[in-house]
Each structure stands twice: as C-alpha cells, then as structure tokens.
C-alpha cells in the first residue's frame, strides 16, 4: 500500500485541534500556570481575616466615640435646661419712702396778704418743706429762674428704670442732716456771675407752704452751706401766685397746724 504526501494547505486549526488532543491523551495541561499555589492562598485567607478583625476593631471604637459624644451633648443640654429652669432673683431697689404732704390749714390760722389774689411776701419769708418737715428761712429772689434747695451728699442712682437721687438737707439749728430720696424732674443749666461755666443741677418736685399757701414746685439741688439761707425762691413759685414788697420781711405767719406737725428731730 502507497502512503500519499500530505497535503501542504492542510488547515491549521486543524493542526491545532491534533495537539489538543495528544495533550488530554498525555495528561499534559496548558493552565497549570494559571492557578494560584496553595501557600499563597493560605497568606490571602490571612490577610483578609486581619483585615475583617481591623474593621471589627474600628466598628467597635466609632461605635463607642458616639456613644461618649451623644453623651457629653445630653450633659450640656441638661446644664443649659438646668440654667434656664433656676430662676435668679430680680435685685429689688430699696422700698420707696411715703411722701409726706402739708397738712391740712385753717383759712384763718396763718397771716396772710393777699393783693388782687395774690400772697404778698417780703424779701425773707418762712418756707415749711413736707419733706423733710422743717421751717427754714428762704430768701425770696426774683431774678432766679428756678428756686434752689441747701442739698449735701448728692447721689444718682435708679429705681425701677427710673433716675432718682439721694441727698442731705440740714436741720436748722443743728449739724443734722436728713436723708431724703427723690425722683429726678430733670437737668437744668445754672449761670452764676462768680462762675464763668454753666453749673448742670437736678432738679426735685417738693410740697411746701408760705402763709396758707401750699404748692409743688421744682427746686434745685446744689450745696449752699457757705450761703445763709437754706431756701431761695425764684421765679418759678412766685410767677402768677405771689407779689413781692421788698420792703418788708416775714409778711406772712404759717399756720399752727404745720408748726405743730413739723419734725422736730
């Protein structure tokens, strides 16, 4: 038997499929050097069971950091309500003093002129103040605008978000003072020939009585102690209500019922 040459265009898939073939037949394989050896796969189970304990770790402090600052937060919360709950007293001003008022007069117990209505007084007078409830002597001036109180010691302070002050008035007489607390009226500007600036003053409202005249007026506070009254009476008080003879001294006489009720002390 003849054996025929092969064939020189013989296909070469076909030359592949052959040594395919002897190779399952041999036990050969081509993908043996595309399998991971057993040793490295021991140190990946490893590695990836380092790295599950690792997040497990981290898991558990996140967890606990949380915990501590949902903690620490509920404290100031708690601090903050506590603060708010707890109730701090309002400071409380000092009680206001009762007003003392003149009493009530006679029509017929004190010397009085009067000229188409109004009191004629002289050049010093007698002035009963409610407050402090003293007979002093005050010069009667009409070229003040505003009359004018001896006051000493003279504090500002508030009461109630409103200005008040404190002051001394002398006890005449004596080296006494008497502390009274006023409501402040308001600020005026004071010229004086002696000074060459204008003198700022508070200004008080205070009862008083002349003869059988009682009002409220306003009246400076500044110190007059180097001064020999105590009480100047300007033009606010003796505008519309009273005539001046300047010729004349104490023309008017308070009424008994004042004398009698003054403080003495």
């Given amino acids: 038997m003849s054996l025929r040459p092969m064939r020189a265009n013989v296909p070469f898939r076909q030359v592949l499929l052959v040594f395919g073939m002897i190779s399952v037949l041999t036990g050969c394989s081509f993908n043996r050097y ?8 021991n140190e990946l189970s490893s590695s990836i069971q380092t790295q599950r304990v690792t ?36 400071p409380q001003c000092p009680p206001v003093r009762p007003e003392k008022v003149c009493p009530a007069t006679e029509a017929s117990g004190g010397l009085t002129e009067r000229m188409q209505g109004k ?4 050049e010093l007078e007698r002035i009963f103040l409610a407050e402090p409830g003293q007979v002093y002597t005050a010069r009667i001036d009409s ?4 009359s004018s109180l001896d006051a000493r ?7 109630d978000g409103n200005n008040w ?37 508070l200004v008080v409202e205070l009862q008083f ?43 008017t006489k308070l009424p008994e019922s004042i004398l ?3 403080n003495d002390s």
Wanted: hydrophobic fraction near 40%; avoid cysteine; aromatic fraction near 4%.
């Fill in 34 to 41: 595309l399998m991971v050896p057993k040793q490295d796969m």
């Fill in 153 to 159: 010691n003279i504090t500002r302070f508030e009461r």
């Fill in 260 to 262: 009698q009720n003054r």
């Fill in 165 to 201: 002050v404190r002051f001394d008035v002398p006890i005449p007489g004596t080296d006494e003072l008497i502390t009274l607390e006023k409501e402040v009226a308001r600020r005026v500007k004071v010229f004086q020939a002696s000074a060459e600036d204008a003198e700022r003053r």
């Fill in 209 to 251: 009585a002349i003869g059988d005249h009682q009002q409220v007026a306003e009246f400076t506070l500044t110190d007059r102690a180097d001064l020999t009254y105590e009480v100047l009476i300007g033009r606010n008080i003796l505008r519309d209500v009273m005539l001046i003879d300047i010729g004349r001294e104490f023309a």
């Fill in 119 to 122: 009191l004629i007084v002289g």
């Fill in 55 to 90: 997040l497990v770790t981290m898991e558990n402090n996140a967890g606990i950091r949380h915990e501590t600052t949902l903690e620490r937060q509920e404290e100031s919360t708690q601090a903050i309500l506590d603060a708010i709950q707890t109730q701090v007293q309002k």
């Fill in 143 to 146: 070229g003040a605008e505003t």
